[in-house]
């Protein structure tokens, strides 16, 4: 992935770069499991998004987890319409590098989501994962309804407790109301199902993250 070592800070509106009216063209098609990858989604099927730093192994973690009916990479959180990856990378956007995650509540339940989510990365890091350092690698969930948010917020907060107990830097992770989800370009969807070989920066704490946090949040 593209390493982006000064961009530390993400820049005000005004100083974003402007985007594009029309979005990046996608298939549409998950290429590991066939289904949709954009809406409308079968009914009862659930949504998130999450960043946690390169989202090529970010969203591998996710289509690998059984419940979840599709994935697909893209960008949020920033400011520029439609943006392209050499833009976000750039730091000139505000955007994260993100993974949409659809899941079929019935199968899987977002207190585990958020289990995949935290044990998959480091959340401590701010504005990096690993080598990758830049604002697209920054932690963040982005929530869909007052539920998810409340449960979130109570994963972080028992996560953190239990980094902090071996020694871990407080969490810097954001937690939003999910913004616009803009597809990322159709190579990047998928990519280490298309490219085994490829490059994944991810690396977890090793530590358990409590669950079944739904009923406390």
Same mark, same amino acid.
């Given at each position: 992935?593209?390493? =982006?070592?000064?961009?530390? =800070?993400?820049?005000? #509106?005004?100083? $974003?770069?402007? !985007? ?15 289904? #949709?990858? @954009?809406?409308?989604?079968?009914? !009862?099927? +659930? ?10 192994? #970010? +969203? ?9 009916? =599709?994935? $697909? ?46 044990? !998959? ?16 690698y920054r932690s963040g969930i ?9 449960? $979130?917020?109570? =994963? ?11 020694g871990y830097d407080a969490i ?21 199902? @298309? ?9 977890? &704490?090793?530590?358990?993250?409590? &669950? ?6």
């Amino acid at each position: 992935m593209w390493f =982006s070592p000064n961009k530390s =800070s993400i820049p005000d #509106a005004d100083q $974003a770069l402007p !985007g594009r009216d029309n979005p990046l063209v996608v298939s549409g098609k998950h290429f590991v499991n066939g289904n #949709a990858m @954009k809406p409308p989604f079968e009914a !009862g099927l +659930e949504t998130a998004i999450f960043g946690l730093g390169c989202f090529w192994g #970010a +969203e591998r973690l996710f289509w690998q987890t059984p419940g979840v009916y =599709s994935t $697909a990479v893209g960008y949020a959180a920033g400011h520029t319409r439609n943006p392209t990856y050499q833009e976000v990378c750039s730091g000139q956007t505000g955007h994260n590098e993100v993974v949409l995650v659809v899941f079929d509540p019935k199968q899987v339940n977002y207190d585990e989501i958020l289990r995949i989510f935290w044990e !998959g990365h480091n959340p401590t890091q701010g504005m990096r994962q690993g080598n990758d350092m830049g604002t697209q690698y920054r932690s963040g969930i982005y929530t869909y309804s007052a539920e998810q948010k409340a449960t $979130a917020e109570a =994963s972080r907060d028992a996560y953190n407790q239990a980094l902090q107990s071996k020694g871990y830097d407080a969490i810097t992770t954001e937690i939003l109301e999910a913004p616009e989800f803009y597809y990322a370009e159709e190579y990047h969807q998928q990519y280490l199902a @298309k490219n085994p070989g490829g490059y994944c920066g991810l690396g977890g &704490t090793g530590i358990s993250c409590p &669950t079944g946090l739904t009923a406390e949040a």
